[in-house]
């Protein structure tokens, strides 16, 4: 038998915040739960769910995700306007390019491309 990806949790300060910041990037609808928790279930992807904790982030990420995109510029504007932040400039290298983005609660994430 083999396992199966359910969701990808992330922990958060503000849930319902940060859940209409990632179904307004990916795509999907989001969702309010009990307990404080939401979620968004965007196209072709795993369940996003965000669980209320008291603390803010205070170490890098020690896992974030790649999206891929057709434009990594055209990507980084619309993720700025939606309260993301840009870290650094686009990188290319010999398995294409990536943009290091923070999520409105500053959990990193790239877009990248081909």
Do not use: Y
Request: glycine share 8%.
């Amino acid at each position: 038998m083999r396992a199966q990806l359910r969701q990808i949790v992330v922990d958060c300060r503000e849930p319902k915040t940060l859940v209409r910041f990632w179904a307004q990037l990916l795509g999907g609808d989001p969702v309010d739960r009990a307990r404080g928790w939401s979620h968004v279930e965007p196209p072709g992807f795993a369940r996003l769910a965000f669980q209320p904790v008291p603390e803010s982030r205070a170490a890098k990420n020690r896992l974030h995700l790649d999206i891929a995109v057709d434009d990594i510029e055209a990507a980084t504007a619309e993720a700025v306007r939606l309260g993301a932040v840009k870290v650094g400039e686009t990188v290319t290298d010999d398995q294409g390019s990536f943009q290091a983005m923070l999520d409105p609660e500053g959990n990193e994430f790239c877009f990248v491309s081909a």
